[in-house]
């Protein structure tokens, strides 16, 4: 169940990540330099691209105020984990995909009791399938212009609809 419930999500971060670290060539060399950075650099790709892009819908069980809105018990809300993980009063510089960035506070994943029960299965495809791109790969490049990429952008998952790569076969 976990597999096949998690397989797009997964997949849409794997080609995501692939091309954010391709149009970051700093951080794709850091990693590239030190392989221990990926227990980080997971974390901070889940942070900094977000793949469930149109949020989340929750219903309020009791009263509450939020920064002065008050949300009556029955109401729904919609909460945005895009910009909780770009919230720039939790990170610093939260535009900036950085690699070694202390981790914690991302809620790619969800949060409490609403959390994704695959989150660890993903985090460790993540760390496998990158550190194996990075290993197999060693010259991968982007074929096209970054703004030729096709982006999924319409749907609730967030990712590349193809990614263009190439590579120096002689490597």
């Known amino acids: 169940m976990l597999l096949l419930a998690g397989y ?8 995501l990540g692939t091309f954010a670290l391709l149009r970051h060539p700093e951080q794709l060399a850091a990693l590239r330099q030190n ?11 889940l942070r900094y691209l977000t793949v469930v892009q149109f949020g989340l819908h929750r219903t309020a069980l009791e009263d509450v105020q939020l920064n002065g809105q008050l949300i009556k018990a029955g109401q729904a809300v919609t909460v945005s984990l895009t910009a909780a993980n770009r919230d720039p009063h939790r990170f610093d ?10 981790p914690g506070g991302q809620v790619a994943f969800g949060y409490g009791v609403h959390q994704c029960l695959g989150r660890q299965l993903a985090r460790t495809e993540m760390r496998v399938a990158f550190l194996a791109l990075l290993r197999r790969f060693p010259t991968l490049r982007l074929e096209v212009l970054p703004q030729d990429v096709p982006m999924c952008d ?10 263009p790569v190439t590579w120096d076969t002689s490597a």
């Open 8 to 15: 797009e999500s997964t997949a849409h971060m794997l080609g």
């Open 35 to 45: 392989p221990h950075l990926i227990d980080t650099a997971v974390e901070e790709l």
């Open 93 to 102: 510089d939260p535009d900036r995909l950085d690699l070694s960035r202390t």
């Open 154 to 163: 319409d749907q609730q998952l967030y990712g590349v609809r193809r990614l």
